[in-house]
């Protein structure tokens, strides 16, 4: 993300400000919702919810002021060669990928995380393909060497519920800022 913004500080400032500005609202609902979640094991909705419509609005204005941008270098989240559709694209894959999770074993992973599956794979599918595989593939990663880190310490056992959220958060926010865009 850090490289898209500087690309785009270059060819669009108005689409620089709009992802700066989806940026800075993700770090605030990260942060809103990692509490919230280690604290109770939910994700509200009225967090949740609103995700959608500001990282949406915000993220597909940019790619379609960038991709009007006659000197842009590339189509921010242009899939299928239609500005936007990567990251409403990504929102719906990981949403899918979630849901089918949940469908397969429910007590394995909570509704809330698959409501915020979506607004993750807006933010990621913005940045492309890649991205929304690595910052899923972080997420369980960091999940999992959690669990190890709870089971070794004998904190809990195999059925010891671990909240998600903060997990889904950190491994999309690692994607954005680790790879290339």
Do not use: Q
């Amino acid at each position: 993300m850090i490289r898209r913004l500087s690309a785009l500080w270059e060819t669009s400032t108005a689409a620089y400000w709009l992802v700066l500005l989806a940026c800075l609202y993700f770090l605030v609902m990260a942060a809103r919702l990692t509490v919230i979640d280690i604290r109770s094991h939910l994700l509200p909705n009225r967090i949740v919810f609103p995700s959608y419509a500001v990282a949406g609005a915000l993220l597909v204005a940019a790619a379609l002021v960038s991709w009007s941008n006659s000197t842009s270098p590339a189509h921010d989240a242009a899939w299928l060669g239609v500005p936007g559709l990567g990251a409403i694209a990504g929102a719906a894959a990981l949403w899918l990928f979630y849901f089918v999770l949940r469908l397969v074993y429910p007590p394995g992973m909570g509704f809330g995380d698959v409501k915020l599956a979506g607004v993750l794979g807006l933010y990621l599918g913005y940045l492309g393909w890649g991205h929304v595989f690595a910052g899923t593939f972080a997420a369980f990663l960091l999940g999992g060497l959690w669990g190890l880190v709870v089971l070794a310490t004998r904190r809990g056992g195999l059925a010891s519920a671990i909240p998600f959220g903060p997990f889904m958060l950190a491994g999309a926010a690692a994607a954005m800022v680790v790879l290339p865009a």
